[in-house]
């Protein structure tokens, strides 16, 4: 079927505003991740998750950063509190078995770009 | 502190040349390594992978070898197309963790 589907595309939040980033997985893919990619550079990790456990968590930089994915499927990218820095896309990927990596490349959406004001 | 990194920031070739995109690594626990390709205003498609335990895979018009003494890998696009254009991204993992770390990128143009 589709692919990782993210929404919305284009955020705009005024500093200190909360925001909410969407992602649809490919369906029955186990493993989630979030990525930030910053202007020019590549992807950085973010968070994990394998089913709805929330397996790593160590990429997220504050902690108004937070994530769920409370049914295995759609996950949710919270960030509290928008900074100027929190400004970059935010990358979801998914991939079918546990991990991502061997056998099972990660196949990402196409990314949620923020810009805080 | 940048684990995976791409030196050149883009590359410009003619149809029908090699491309050649390198990629240097400073984590030896570093034993999967991807390359992923992306057009503007789309995420990042999988191209290729290698394995530690090997030094070179090929894949169609695209080769990827690695030289693990050296910690450098590099993708070979022969010949190139227009189409290739696109930026690439190289990332290694450790283990199959979940910490996949990519490079900065470099962005190919392939003139017609």
């Known amino acids: 079927g589709a692919g990782v589907s993210q929404s919305p595309r284009y955020k705009v939040a005024k500093r200190g505003q909360d925001v909410a980033l969407r992602c649809d997985p490919i369906?029955?893919?186990?493993?989630l991740f979030w990525y930030q990619q910053a202007l020019g550079q590549g992807p950085e990790f973010l968070t994990y998750?394998?089913?709805?456990?929330?397996?790593?968590k160590s990429g997220l930089p504050s902690d108004r950063f937070f994530a769920e994915r409370p049914e295995g499927s759609v996950s949710t990218l919270k960030i509290q509190r928008t900074q100027q820095e929190d400004s970059a896309v935010y990358l979801c990927?998914?991939?079918?078995?546990?991990?991502?990596?061997?056998?099972?490349?990660?196949?990402f959406g196409n990314g949620t770009r923020l810009t805080v004001t | 502190d940048q684990q995976v990194k791409q030196n050149s920031p883009s590359l410009s070739v003619q149809e029908g040349r090699i491309s050649i995109l390198n990629c240097d690594y400073t984590?030896?626990?570093?034993?999967?390594f991807l390359w992923y390709k992306k057009y503007p205003a789309e995420g990042p498609t999988f191209l290729i992978s290698?394995?530690?335990?090997?030094d070179k895979n090929e894949d169609g018009r695209f080769t990827v070898f690695l030289n693990k003494s050296a910690k450098h890998l590099s993708l070979h696009i022969v010949p190139s197309q227009p189409g290739d254009s696109a930026v690439y991204f190289c990332?290694?993992?450790?283990?199959?963790?979940?910490?996949?770390?990519f490079g900065a990128g470099t962005r190919l143009t392939v003139k017609p």
């Open positions: 990927a998914s991939s079918l078995i546990q991990g991502g990596s061997y056998n099972s490349p990660l196949h």
């Open positions: 369906s029955g893919h186990v493993s």
């Open positions: 998750f394998q089913n709805e456990a929330q397996l790593d």
């Open positions: 984590n030896s626990m570093f034993d999967y």
């Open positions: 290698i394995s530690s335990i090997k």
């Open positions: 990332a290694a993992s450790a283990n199959n963790n979940n910490d996949m770390r």
